[in-house]
């Protein structure tokens, strides 16, 4: 079982429309989770770290599950250029652990 | 503000060969971490230098090795390329002892191995 699972969609939406993505982790110690977004062939950008009390950042908002391993996503009045891959990222249980990544989530969102 | 650089761009190399990759952190950061990214795959992680040694290791063999200078630059070593290791070289850079570890990535090397 990999340790970080997404669905790799796509996600197709259309412009203005809401679209939402988990992904699940199962290393029950994990500290600290993040989603990253990656745009073709550039490498990983930050979006948003996530906290277990759930987290928003203008259009879009996470939150941390742990008691069932989920970390989950929610895009808001989607737009054109949030078309990109958007990988789980999950930091491993000591202070300075690697990060771990999911294969990643395509959106597209359409006109 | 700096961020991560990486180079080169791109790199092609036959099977056997050896490859240097070097990435530049950050300014102000002291931990570099290499991550290799095949097509479709999300990054996964080679390993992590801090003060100019190996913290942690990923599932990669010895053919991959690395090094960090005193001045927080790293490289990317690797021997006996495979054809498997075409790929995306991601370097990521932090802080040790900040607030947030934050890894904030470099645009990567692009490897192929003919």
């Known amino acids: 079982r990999k340790e970080v699972e997404q669905d790799p969609g796509p996600f197709n939406v259309p412009e203005g429309a809401t679209v939402a993505f988990n992904c699940t982790y199962s290393?029950?110690?994990?500290?600290?989770f993040f989603w990253y977004r990656q745009d073709c062939r550039k490498e990983p950008k930050l979006l948003m770290s996530v906290y277990s009390s759930g987290n928003e950042d203008g259009r879009f908002t996470a939150q941390l599950n742990r008691a069932s391993q989920y970390i989950s996503l929610l895009i808001r009045d989607s737009k054109l250029s949030d078309s990109a891959t958007y990988l789980c990222v999950v930091k491993g249980d000591n202070s300075w652990g690697k990060l771990q990544f999911g294969a990643g989530t395509q959106v597209v969102v359409t006109p | 503000d700096a961020g991560v650089t990486q180079s080169p761009t791109h790199l092609i190399k036959t099977r056997g060969q050896q490859v240097t990759l070097r990435c530049s952190p950050k300014?102000?950061?002291?931990?570099v971490s290499w991550y290799q990214q095949a097509l479709g795959q999300g990054p996964q992680f080679i390993f992590q230098?801090?003060?100019?040694?190996?913290?942690q290791r990923g599932n990669f063999p010895d053919r991959f090795s690395g090094h960090q200078f005193p001045n927080y630059s790293s490289e990317l070593n690797v021997n006996a390329l495979l054809l498997g290791d075409s790929a995306l070289y991601l370097c990521a850079s932090s802080l040790a002892s900040g607030v947030s570890d934050t890894q904030y990535f470099g645009p990567g090397t692009r490897l192929t191995v003919l």
């Open positions: 290393n029950s110690a994990s500290q600290s």
């Open positions: 230098y801090y003060e100019e040694e190996e913290r």
């Open positions: 300014s102000g950061h002291d931990t």
